[in-house]
């Protein structure tokens, strides 16, 4: 197998781990927000209907929908939204420099997230299983 066929044949699959691992690390934000797990003394003090606990909630489901790869394209899209105003809003200000501001995260995925809303699921998403399903 040469370099391209190798490409080709990881390249979905590769897609999809990225997918996963960028949705489990937000569901992680978002149910320390929620539930309070895991244990973190910043983010487990959010106060019901506040902005963060809102965005918790689009973590949380947003992350959920991700991992199982539904509806990608427009749930990424809109993380990816969040995550640029949770950079602007609480990190920005700060400072103009992310590594200063604590923002790099907050930057990174959002970019993730607009890829993902552009690229897709990859091969190991409900979105990819409901084409094969169809017939696409």
Do not use: Q
């Given at each position: 197998?040469?370099?391209?066929?190798?490409?080709?044949?990881?390249?979905?699959?590769?897609?999809?781990?990225?997918?996963?691992?960028?949705?489990?690390?937000?569901?992680?934000?978002?149910?320390?927000?929620?539930?309070?797990?895991?244990?973190?003394?910043?983010?487990?003090?959010?106060?019901?209907?506040?902005?963060?606990?809102?965005?918790?909630?689009?973590?949380?489901?947003?992350?959920?929908?991700?991992?199982?790869?539904?509806f990608?394209?427009?749930?990424?899209?809109?993380?990816?939204?969040?995550?640029?105003?949770?950079?602007f809003?609480?990190?920005?200000?700060?400072?103009?420099?992310?590594?200063?501001?604590?923002?790099?995260?907050?930057?990174?995925?959002?970019?993730?997230?607009?890829?993902?809303?552009?690229?897709?699921?990859?091969?190991?998403?409900?979105?990819?299983?409901?084409?094969?399903?169809?017939?696409?």
């Amino acid at each position: 197998m040469n370099l391209d066929e190798l490409r080709t044949t990881w390249e979905p699959r590769l897609l999809s781990v990225l997918r996963i691992m960028a949705a489990l690390l937000l569901i992680e934000y978002g149910t320390a927000k929620l539930f309070g797990f895991p244990e973190h003394k910043f983010l487990n003090e959010v106060p019901a209907f506040s902005l963060f606990w809102f965005a918790a909630l689009f973590e949380f489901i947003g992350g959920t929908l991700l991992l199982l790869g539904l509806f990608t394209g427009p749930v990424a899209f809109i993380l990816s939204g969040e995550m640029a105003f949770a950079y602007f809003i609480d990190h920005a200000p700060r400072s103009f420099f992310p590594l200063l501001n604590r923002g790099d995260l907050a930057v990174l995925f959002s970019f993730v997230f607009l890829y993902l809303a552009c690229a897709g699921g990859g091969a190991w998403s409900l979105d990819a299983l409901s084409k094969r399903g169809r017939g696409a």
